[in-house]
T-cell receptor, first 110, second 116 residues
Framework: KNEVEQSPQNLTAQEGEFITINCSYS?????LHWLQQHPGGGIVSLFM???GKKKHGRLIATINIQEKHSSLHITASHPRDSAVYICAVRSRGSQGNLIFGKGTKLSVKP | GAGVSQSPSNKVTEKGKDVELRCDPISGHTALYWYRQSLGQGLEFLIY????????KSGLPSDRFSAERTGGSVSTLTIQRTQQEDSAVYLC??????????????FGPGTRLTVT
């Protein structure tokens, strides 16, 4: 079993829809990252969080440490949001490397 | 300011040859990471440098892989006697630090390695 599990693996939405991507992990962590990878391959860090909730524009990330679960929400989705969204965790006591989920491929149709 | 840069962007090599991949981290970032993304697979950790500390090499898949970081800045990932299974995108990232609690990692554009 992977230490970081994401769901769904693939997601197709209509423009304007509210989107939720889930991430569950099985290890103790010091931080969780949400990353975005566009079709060209470049990876951008969206959020790093260790508790509570963060918001940036139309993106919201939440984490529940007790339940070992995080969600990434996209409000008013747009075709430019189409990308692979990757959840990654830094396990407690690690020297800094991340453990990655397999990603959620999001496609937003106009 | 400039982001993380990697070179070359693409590399095609014959099986058995050695390759060197370069990463220039963001100036002032003390932590540097190498990751690999194989086709259809998720990202996997290879090696991590933090300041002058001994690197964490726990992710290197075999002794054909090695990396160094000179002067706390530029890093080179070397793959000796390349195999077809080494074909992947090799990504470098850097952050202000790497201690528990963490810092945001900034990723380079990657080097796409194809071993024929």
């Amino acid at each position: 079993k992977n230490e970081v599990e994401q769901s769904p693996q693939n997601l197709t939405a209509q423009e304007g829809e509210f989107i939720t991507i889930n991430c569950s992990y099985s290890v103790g962590i010091s931080a969780l990252h949400w990353l975005q990878q566009h079709p060209g391959g470049g990876i951008v860090s969206l959020f790093m969080l260790s508790s509570g909730k963060k918001k940036h524009g139309r993106l919201i990330a939440t984490i529940n440490i007790q339940e070992k679960h995080s969600s990434l929400h996209i409000t008013a989705s747009h075709p430019r949001d189409s990308a692979v969204y990757i959840c990654a965790v830094r396990s407690r006591g690690s020297q800094g490397n991340l453990i990655f989920g397999k990603g959620t491929k999001l496609s937003v149709k106009p | 300011g400039a982001g993380v840069s990697q070179s070359p962007s693409n590399k095609v090599t014959e099986k058995g040859k050695d390759v060197e991949l370069r990463c220039d981290p963001i100036s002032g970032h003390t932590a540097l990471y190498w990751y690999r993304q194989s086709l259809g697979q998720g990202l996997e950790f290879l090696i991590y440098f933090q300041g002058n500390s001994a690197p964490d090499k726990s992710g290197l898949p075999s002794d054909r892989f090695s990396a160094e970081r000179t002067g706390g800045s530029v890093s080179t990932l070397t793959i000796q006697r390349t195999q077809q299974e080494d074909s992947a995108v090799y990504l470098c990232a850097s952050s202000l630090g790497g201690r528990a609690g963490g810092y945001e990692q900034y990723f380079g554009p990657g080097t796409r390695l194809t071993v024929t």
